[in-house]
């Protein structure tokens, strides 16, 4: 048997390579595509992108017409003409030796793109004479036409696949295009489409004699699929609007379902101007602008103190392990003395429950309560651990899985937070009693800000945050449909959010009431600080606000953080107002709201930064009610600028 067993297995696997070859010599010659590789010219019909629209149907971005001038640097004749072909593609004789030099790197042998995204006008006079110039020739190419002026962190762009990508991903090639950032590059596979491929057959002068093998192995161009947005675009544009002259987020999401209502970031920038030849130029000015960061979505990015708003949580979670109730009851006296020589202030006075210690915002409620739930347990590290747990049910202090191809974890500590910062031990309640209301080592994004109040609205759940609705002829992700359960027990929001309310009728939002609309709110005031030239400096206060509407079946969660806007109530608090009435009634009755948050304006808080006059930055300018952008030119050397962490300032309402 033994005998017998090594020269069958041998017979067997011979026999397996002949059939193997067999095929692909003689009935599968597709591998002749690579090995003809010198006789076959490759060229590929790039599909349009798919469209966008906004949850109600209307569309935002669209596609228009291009063409890039391919080359096959082999294929140059030496007695091209350089100095005419330079100067009826506008470029000189340096960046036709640059574009030219590389593109050989790329493939002396294979197109790559010469110079791409040529409009109609560009085109027609290389169209005229094209046939002077062989190596070139021109790919039709399909751009995106913006139908709005606003969203362009939500929407991303459109740039060509670098030497990266192409060794990442076999599907590119040089010259391809890519989204980048916002949905563009989160649905890049559902927007591009599927690019067809033709295989032209030469002959041995060169010549293009025909299909290879009659088109057997051409494939047609697949257009790439439209989606829906969650946005509403108009609530999108008049939070823009309301932004004008002012840096910092807004985060609007639907509770029931999580979807993001509008995601705004100022400054931003009209994402037309990242369309054609001048795109690379504007992306570089947008790039550098160290100041104002118009490409920094500081919605999803920016990671703050979220001060007051957190004390709902911790009021919350002092419930949950019933280390308070309803009824307790603490004493103010304009402020909590913690530890010799530690005194926390507070404009409050007076005895303090759960209900007016959420419209007063007093941080001696808050921070007895804080402690008494790090106490209940005899060893610190497991209660801020309990804590901890508690507060990331939220979706707290970690990526939140929404849909967008940035973001940041912001931070809930942990008791390995504090072994590291106390690696001797010794640290109690009193030593971190400052994450009571919002500071400490407690950092939140607005976008998080927003789903915790969306959570708060629920009563104790959330869907995951996320920005697509619907995908031409597909379902969307199921974790956007996946209900999260926090830790807390739904019978605990309901006095949490009689709290809020009445911030909007007896507390520190009074007066940002909107008729007709019963809104749920919390004020927030976080310090600044700077570091300008190698001086500290004392900044305006930035401003935070957020709320949800109706108190019974809320439909809207806001968040909004204005940087250098002072109090919570001055400009984010008037902003939610606006943004909350928009959403649920169309139109806005609180104009005298709407007229001072237009009219106000913060460029002289963040000229301290550096100078907007001296930077390379957008500037946003009303114009016919839309936002625009502009670009403008740096005239003077930017000082260097360090920002440092922002802490709560606990002796003003918050």
Known sequence: MRKVLLPTLIIIAASLLVIRIFYLQVIDDSFKLKSENNAIKIKY??????????????????????????????????????????????????????????????????????LSQLNKTEFAAFQEKIRKYEGFYFQKRSLR????????????????????????????????????????????EVLRGIKGVKYIQKDKYNREIGSYKDGKYDTIAVQGEDINLTIDAALQKYGEELMINKRGGIVAIEPQTGEILALVTAPSYDPGILVGRQRSKNYTLLYHDSIAKPL???????????????????????????VIDEQTTFMCHHGFSYGRGRFMKCHGFGPHQLHNGIYNSCNTYFAQSYMLTINKYNNPAKAVDVWSNHVKSFGLGQFMGYDLPTGKRGNIPTSKTYKKIYPNGGWRSTTIVSNAIGQGEV??????LANMMATVANQGYYYTPHIIKKIEGKKIDAKFTTKHVTT???????????????????????????PGIDICGKTGTAENYAKINGKREKLKDHSIFVAFAPKD?????????????????????????????????????????????????LKGEY????????????????????????????????????IKKTTVDTTKEN
């Not at 950092?443 to 998080?448: D, G, K, N």
């Not at 309310?501 to 007066?511: E, I, K, M, W």
């Open 607 to 642: 000229a301290k930064l550096g100078g907007m006059t001296e930077a390379s930055l957008i500037e946003s300018t009303p114009k016919d009610s839309i936002l625009k952008a502009k670009i403008i030119t740096p005239k003077t050397e930017i000082p260097k600028t360090e």
């Open 45 to 114: 019909d790039y599909p349009e992108r798919g469209y966008i629209y906004d949850r109600y149907g209307k569309l935002l971005v669209a596609n228009q017409s291009s063409y890039d001038i391919m080359v096959i640097p082999r294929d140059i004749k030496k007695d091209l003409n350089i100095t005419e072909f330079c100067e009826l593609l506008k470029i000189t004789k340096e960046d036709y030796d640059k574009r030219l030099a590389k593109a050989k790197v790329y493939s002396p042998r294979l197109p790559s793109v010469f």
């Open 145 to 188: 036409d913006y139908e709005v002026d606003y969203g362009a962190n939500i929407f991303g762009f459109i740039t060509q696949v670098n030497e990266r990508l192409i060794a990442k991903n076999p599907y590119y090639n040089s010259g391809d295009l890519i989204g980048m950032q916002g949905v563009e590059q989160s649905y890049e």
């Open 488 to 514: 807390i027990d739904k019978k605990y929001f309901p006095p949490v959010i009689s709290g809020l309310f009445d911030v909007y009728n007896l507390g520190t939002a009074h007066g940002l009431n909107v």
């Open 553 to 601: 079946n809320p439909k809207i969660a806001i968040a909004i953080m204005i940087e250098n806007g002072g109090f919570g109530a001055t400009v984010a608090g008037p902003i939610a107002s606006l943004m909350i009435e928009k959403y649920l009634k169309k139109k806005i009755s609180r104009t005298d709201l709407e007229v001072r948050v237009l009219n106000k304006s």
């Open 296 to 322: 920094y979505d500081r919605g999803l990015l920016a990671e703050y103190p979220p001060g007051s708003p957190f004390k709902i949580l911790t009021g919350l979670v002092a419930l949950q392990e019933g």
């Open 443 to 448: 950092l939140m994004t607005p976008i998080q």
